[in-house]
């Protein structure tokens, strides 16, 4: 589990190598335990046992590295080229060379200052037009309602839209349709990548829908969020990136930006269901945050998360959803979890 004041734990993807006995093997004698690294800068270690791909984080600087490889990556875009970290029996062994060049690179001082701004965060709101999603018609007082998915996350995405300009000083807040229009997905997700006036301008994807079971009605309730999981490998990289760069580099390169995205993916929506749980207790969030390869996650390739707002064919969200002031205050508490993770993601150190 992480132990950093700045980055929160997350159990399943992120292990930090605390001590070495912990840990059994020895060092070879040309190289350092990992461990005296962290100690050394006050850095904190994100490593992912799945993939084998770690991040060390210190105030001003991340350094990506893969165990074997002979690049590092500061920054999530330059890279360096050092003496391979070498993986063994549970133990990361960091080279006399490549320790000197990561502990001076992290080695700097910790100013007031906000290491990598999000410039723009785009909210989804799913379907529309003549793509209405789905749907439940209901009788109330003796009156014949139907209740369409894309009007629900239309009005829940403005109001997040607002809330979310409140709450922060920096990014551009954008929706993907601010109407009943239809829109390709592909649209969608082309729309959040030309935010970008530099290819490793930091955007965020947040798509917005109503969930449903196949049943006419169901007891499953609550929200969940979905993100892409580590298995579903995509081309992340700007192809003007990854033109520069040489095959075997770009290919390390894009499997370290890939498990960036992942991992924040995951701890953005840990953010949302956090919020939700805090401030409004009677929205179940036991269905939590999992895996899916949603069109709309899969080609944005930045941390991007699909929020399933509630269950249209169950009674007691459908009530909620239903009405103008719940889905109100569903986007402020989405807001409030979304911009706990940008003061995060940012590094205000």
């Given at each position: 589990?992480?132990?950093?004041?700045?980055?929160?734990?997350?159990?399943?993807?992120?292990?930090?190598l605390?001590?070495?006995?912990?840990?059994t093997g020895?060092?070879e004698?040309?190289?350092?335990?990992?461990?005296?690294?962290?100690?050394?800068?006050?850095a904190?270690l994100?490593?992912?046992?799945?993939?084998?791909?770690?991040?060390?984080?210190?105030?001003?600087?991340?350094?990506?590295?893969?165990?074997?490889e002979?690049?590092?990556?500061?920054?999530?875009?330059?890279l360096?080229?050092?003496?391979?970290?070498?993986y063994?029996?549970?133990?990361?062994?960091?080279?006399?060379?490549?320790f000197?060049?990561?502990?001076?690179?992290?080695?700097?001082?910790?100013?007031?200052v906000?290491?990598?701004?999000?410039?723009?965060?785009?909210?989804?709101?799913?379907?529309g037009?003549?793509?209405?999603?789905t749907?439940?018609?209901?009788t109330?007082?003796?009156e014949t309602?139907?209740?369409?998915?894309?009007?629900?996350?239309l009005?829940?995405?403005?109001?997040l839209?607002?809330?979310?300009?409140?709450?922060?000083?920096?990014?551009?807040?954008?929706?993907?349709?601010?109407?009943?229009?239809?829109?390709p997905?592909?649209?969608?997700?082309?729309?959040?990548?030309?935010l970008?006036s530099?290819?490793?301008?930091?955007?965020?994807?947040?798509?917005?829908?109503?969930?449903?079971?196949?049943?006419?009605?169901?007891?499953?309730?609550?929200?969940?969020?979905?993100?892409?999981?580590?298995?579903?490998?995509?081309?992340?990289?700007?192809e003007?990136?990854?033109?520069?760069?040489?095959?075997?580099?770009?290919?390390?390169?894009?499997?370290?930006?890939e498990?960036?995205?992942?991992?924040e993916?995951v701890?953005?929506?840990?953010?949302?269901?956090?919020?939700?749980?805090?401030?409004?207790?009677?929205t179940?969030?036991e269905?939590?945050?999992?895996?899916?390869?949603?069109?709309?996650?899969?080609?944005a390739?930045?941390?991007?998360i699909?929020?399933?707002t509630?269950?249209?064919?169950?009674?007691?969200?459908?009530?909620?959803?239903?009405?103008?002031e719940?889905?109100?205050?569903?986007?402020?508490?989405i807001?409030a979890?979304?911009?706990?993770?940008?003061?995060?993601?940012?590094?205000?150190?």
């Open positions: 589990m992480c132990t950093s004041t700045h980055r929160p734990p997350f159990t399943l993807m992120c292990a930090l605390l001590a070495a006995a912990v840990f020895a060092a004698s040309a190289s350092s335990d990992i461990v005296e690294l962290l100690e050394r800068t006050g904190v994100e490593w992912d046992e799945f993939t084998r791909t770690g991040v060390i984080w210190s105030g001003q600087d991340s350094i990506s590295f893969a165990p074997g002979p690049i590092a990556v500061a920054n999530f875009h330059e360096m080229r050092i003496e391979p970290i070498v063994q029996r549970g133990r990361l062994h960091v080279p006399e060379t490549t000197a060049a990561l502990a001076d690179r992290l080695s700097g001082p910790t100013d007031l906000r290491l990598r701004p999000v410039r723009a965060i785009v909210i989804d709101p799913g379907h037009g003549r793509d209405p999603g749907h439940r018609t209901v109330i007082g003796g309602v139907t209740y369409y998915e894309k009007d629900i996350v009005e829940m995405a403005k109001h839209k607002a809330e979310l300009e409140k709450l922060l000083d920096g990014p551009e807040i954008h929706l993907t349709r601010d109407s009943d229009v239809y829109l997905l592909k649209e969608r997700t082309e729309f959040a990548h030309s970008r530099d290819p490793l301008d930091n955007v965020l994807f947040v798509s917005l829908h109503v969930n449903a079971s196949p049943l006419p009605w169901t007891d499953a309730r609550g929200v969940e969020i979905y993100y892409l999981p580590a298995t579903q490998r995509r081309q992340v990289l700007e003007e990136i990854a033109a520069s760069l040489e095959p075997e580099v770009s290919a390390i390169l894009n499997d370290l930006k498990e960036e995205y992942t991992v993916s701890l953005m929506g840990k953010a949302v269901l956090d919020a939700i749980a805090r401030d409004m207790p009677e179940p969030i269905r939590g945050v999992r895996v899916a390869n949603f069109f709309v996650v899969r080609e390739r930045m941390p991007s699909l929020i399933e509630g269950f249209i064919n169950n009674r007691e969200d459908l009530a909620l959803l239903a009405t103008s719940y889905r109100q205050r569903l986007a402020v508490v807001a979890g979304i911009a706990a993770y940008v003061r995060d993601f940012e590094q205000l150190r």
